[in-house]
């Protein structure tokens, strides 16, 4: 899958414990889009990134928004296929 967007680099932090997702390649690096976070420690939030969605033709394909939306629906601990009648729109 291949969307057209910014990336916005170079984010700065402490990326340990970040499951990737998807990545992109710039200048030469590979640089993570989505990714999730599972705090550990006896912690119950759960964290889900996309750092795509800059752009309104991003969040016209309705595959992104499949993206988005079970990305959601997974950090509320809700089953994954939860929200998806809401990616076509209905």
């Known amino acids: ?15 340990e414990g970040i499951e990737v997702l998807a990545t992109a390649e710039e200048e ?14 006896g912690s119950k939030g759960r964290v889900f990134v996309s750092i795509l969605g800059h752009y309104e033709s991003t ?16 950090a509320a601990g809700e089953p994954a296929g939860r929200l998806q009648g809401l990616a076509a729109g209905n």
């Open 28 to 41: 030469g690096r590979s640089h993570p889009m989505l990714w999730t976070f599972s705090p550990q420690g």
């Open 1 to 15: 899958m291949r969307f057209t967007d910014e990336t916005y680099w170079p984010l700065v932090g402490n990326f």
């Open 59 to 74: 969040f016209d394909d309705p595959l992104f928004r499949l993206l988005i939306l079970r990305g959601l629906a997974w």
